[in-house]
């Protein structure tokens, strides 16, 4: 761990009037993984930032916050299958906190499932981040077929999956309405996109033409 991290660290502690004991520093180290310099930095500038605040963020808390790509509870709850119809777009992390939770979404008690899904959902990112693991997002298709390419599309534009990738899950995709533009936005993104017996590469505008040969 940086010599960096820890300064900052014992920063904090003044900062927050926590006596910086070497147990407990010790124990920050261990538990903030392998979160980078400038990665503590931000996280620790956001709750210096926050009025209100009293106690010194947990290590949890400082992971939590690091902007590395994982939503936080409440905006991956959001995208979360209500129904078996619906499909989704999601990371590992969020695929093994709703398993948690389905049957009581099954129930139609969201309630309960938002805050056992939340806790298991925070849990799950905090190892991920101390492995130094970002999300790595996969879709789930629900019964419903017409909800499958929105699922992909929304992704796709919060550039959480390629073009390309999307295309493996659901071919129908290159018929969509919104490819053209999904290739003029995202395409170049990709150094070559395979469907079938197209491949589209080079220039995006080269690819719609070769699309509609």
Same mark, same amino acid.
């Given at each position: 761990?940086?010599?960096?991290?820890?300064?900052?660290?014992?920063?904090?502690? $003044? *900062?927050?009037?926590?006596?910086?004991?070497?147990? @407990?520093?010790?124990?920050?180290?261990? =538990?903030? !993984?392998?979160?980078?310099?400038?990665?503590?930095?931000?996280?620790r500038m956001?709750?210096?930032?926050?009025?209100?605040?009293?106690?010194?963020?947990?290590?949890?808390?400082?992971?939590?916050?690091?902007?590395?790509?994982?939503?936080?509870?409440?905006?991956?709850?959001?995208?979360?299958?209500?129904?078996?119809?619906?499909?989704?777009?999601?990371?590992?992390?969020?695929?093994?906190?709703?398993?948690?939770?389905?049957?009581?979404?099954?129930?139609?008690?969201?309630?309960? $499932? *938002?805050?056992?899904?939340?806790?298991?959902?925070? @849990?799950?990112?905090?190892?991920?981040? =101390?492995? !130094?693991?970002?999300?790595?997002?996969s879709p789930?298709?629900?019964?419903?077929?017409?909800?499958r390419e929105?699922?992909?599309?929304?992704?796709?534009?919060?550039?959480?999956?390629?073009?390309?990738?999307?295309?493996?899950?659901?071919?129908?995709?290159?018929?969509?309405?919104?490819?053209?533009?999904?290739?003029?936005?995202?395409?170049?993104?990709?150094?070559?996109?395979?469907?079938?017996?197209?491949?589209?590469?080079?220039?995006?505008?080269?690819?719609?033409?070769?699309?509609?040969?």
């Amino acid at each position: 761990m940086s010599q960096d991290i820890k300064k900052m660290l014992v920063e904090d502690m $003044a *900062f927050w009037d926590v006596e910086p004991k070497p147990v @407990k520093i010790t124990q920050y180290m261990q =538990m903030l !993984g392998n979160i980078t310099v400038e990665q503590f930095h931000q996280s620790r500038m956001f709750f210096r930032s926050q009025p209100g605040r009293r106690q010194m963020p947990m290590p949890a808390d400082y992971l939590q916050a690091v902007p590395d790509g994982h939503p936080t509870a409440n905006e991956s709850w959001a995208i979360m299958p209500k129904s078996d119809d619906v499909s989704v777009v999601w990371t590992e992390e969020m695929r093994q906190a709703f398993a948690i939770v389905a049957p009581l979404v099954s129930q139609g008690n969201l309630t309960s $499932a *938002f805050f056992a899904y939340k806790e298991a959902y925070e @849990k799950a990112v905090s190892e991920s981040r =101390m492995k !130094g693991l970002k999300p790595k997002w996969s879709p789930s298709f629900g019964f419903s077929i017409s909800g499958r390419e929105g699922a992909l599309v929304e992704a796709i534009e919060k550039n959480r999956i390629s073009l390309g990738y999307a295309l493996k899950y659901l071919p129908e995709l290159e018929y969509s309405p919104k490819f053209d533009s999904l290739i003029l936005k995202h395409g170049s993104k990709a150094q070559q996109i395979e469907h079938g017996n197209n491949k589209y590469g080079g220039n995006v505008l080269q690819m719609i033409e070769q699309r509609k040969k």
